[in-house]
C-alpha cells in the first residue's frame, strides 16, 4: 500500500483549481487554519472532514488519490496491490477496486478500520445507495438513528441519503467489501 501525503496533495489541488486557503475554506464552510493545518501536515483530517473540504473544489476522494495518469484501457482483474488507496482517514484505508476516472456506475471497495478508527462525528451523506459485508472483526454503522454493531459475515445495505457513519467497535482489525452507486469517493 503506498504511503500518501494528503497534505500535499490538498495544496496541489487547491492551487491548480487557482484557491488560496482562504477561498477553498469559505467554499468548503471549515475554518481557515483547518486547510493551513492539514497542508502543513499539522493535522490529518477524517473521511468526512477531507469530503467536506473537496466538495468546495469539488471533487471526490476517488479522484483526489487517484493516479493523475488516465487509464488505457478498461481491466478486468486486479491484484491487491494495484487497488488504489483513496482514503485519508486516520486507521482507515479504503482500497478502490479499479480506477474512479475510468466512468464507472458502481464504485467496490476493500475497507479497513484499525481498532480505535472512525469517519468522524460528521455524518456522511450523499446521494445513491451503499452496501458491505464484514469479512474480519466488528464495525459500528449508524444509519440515520440506528445504529447496530456487526460482526463477521453481517451486511448493511441502506439509502446513501441517510446521515451515516462507520465506527471501528472490537479489539481487531476490521475488514468488509462494501459497493456504492453512484461512485462518491
Do not use: W
Not at 491548480?16 to 482562504?22: A, E, F, G, P, T
Not at 473544489?57 to 481491466?75: C, G, Q, R, V, Y
Not at 488504489?84 to 486507521?91: A, H, N, P
Amino acid at each position: 500500500m503506498m504511503d500518501i501525503d494528503v497534505g500535499l496533495r490538498l495544496k496541489l489541488v487547491r492551487l491548480r483549481h487557482q484557491l488560496s486557503q482562504r477561498a477553498l475554506a469559505k467554499k468548503a464552510g471549515v475554518a481557515n487554519a483547518t486547510i493551513s493545518l492539514i497542508e502543513s501536515g499539522n493535522t490529518s483530517p477524517s473521511v468526512s472532514a477531507l469530503k467536506r473540504i473537496l466538495a468546495g473544489i469539488p471533487m471526490t476522494l476517488a479522484e483526489f488519490f487517484s493516479d493523475e495518469l488516465p487509464n488505457m484501457k478498461s481491466e478486468v482483474f486486479y491484484r491487491a496491490q494495484e487497488l488504489t488507496e483513496i482514503s485519508g482517514g486516520e486507521g482507515i484505508s479504503y482500497r478502490q477496486i479499479g480506477s474512479a476516472k475510468s466512468g464507472h456506475i458502481l464504485q467496490i471497495l476493500y475497507e479497513t478500520y484499525e481498532v480505535g478508527a472512525d469517519t468522524g462525528l460528521i455524518m456522511l451523506q450523499h446521494e445513491g445507495e451503499e452496501g458491505g459485508v464484514i469479512l474480519s472483526g466488528r464495525l459500528e454503522v449508524t444509519v440515520g438513528e440506528s445504529t447496530r454493531v456487526l460482526g463477521v459475515g453481517d451486511a448493511y445495505y441502506f439509502n446513501s441519503s441517510e446521515p451515516h457513519r462507520f465506527r471501528h467497535a472490537g479489539s481487531q482489525v476490521c475488514t468488509l467489501v462494501s459497493s456504492c452507486s453512484p461512485p462518491t469517493f
